[in-house]
C-alpha cells in the first residue's frame, strides 16, 4: 500500500475507536491464484498478530458469499459465534473482542475487500454499524491508491 494510505487507515481506525470504541481492525482485499480465492492483508491495528502483506485462502462458504456476491456485512456477535465462525478465535478473544463484524467494501459494483472490525462487549454496536458505512467509502478510496 502507499505509505500516505496506511497512516489515513490508522487514523480512521483511531476516530473509529473514539466514536463506537474498537478493539482492533484489519483490511482483507482479493487475490486470486491458482483458482483459489485468498485475502491480502492491506491493513492492520495489530501488525504484531495480523501482519500486512500475509495472504490467506478464505472459504468458499456462506460467510463469503454473504460478504462479497450479496454485498452484507456479516456480524459474529459473542463467543459462540465468533468460535463458529472464525478458526482464529483464541487469537480474537486474546484481542479483547466480543464481537467481530466484516463489511464488504465495494468498488465498482464488485466487492474488492472486507473490512474487519471488532469491538469488545462494552463497545457501542450501533454507533459503529451506522460509522463502517463512511469508514468502507474511505477504505476503498485508500485500496485505489
Not at 482485499?29 to 492483508?41: K, L, Q, T
Not at 483464541?90 to 473490512?115: E, H, Q, S, W, Y
Request: include cysteine; charged fraction near 25%.
Amino acid at each position: 500500500m502507499d505509505d500516505l494510505a496506511t497512516p489515513a487507515f490508522l487514523a480512521l481506525c483511531n476516530m473509529l475507536e473514539r466514536r463506537a470504541g474498537l478493539r482492533y481492525a484489519t483490511v482483507l482485499s482479493f487475490v486470486e491464484r491458482d483458482g483459489v480465492v485468498h485475502g491480502r492483508r492491506d491493513f492492520t491495528t495489530v501488525p504484531d498478530v495480523y501482519p500486512t502483506g500475509t495472504l490467506k485462502p478464505l472459504p468458499q462458504d456462506e460467510w463469503l458469499d454473504k460478504i462479497c456476491r450479496r454485498h452484507q456485512m456479516h456480524v459474529a456477535n459473542g463467543a459462540d459465534a465468533i468460535r463458529a465462525a472464525y478458526p482464529d478465535h483464541d487469537t480474537v478473544f486474546a484481542l479483547g473482542a466480543a464481537r467481530l463484524a466484516n463489511f464488504p467494501i465495494v468498488i465498482d459494483g464488485r466487492c474488492r475487500a472486507i473490512f474487519n472490525v471488532a469491538q469488545a462487549d462494552r463497545d457501542d454496536w450501533e454507533a459503529l454499524a451506522v460509522e463502517a458505512v463512511d469508514a468502507g467509502a474511505v477504505i476503498a478510496r485508500l485500496l485505489q491508491y
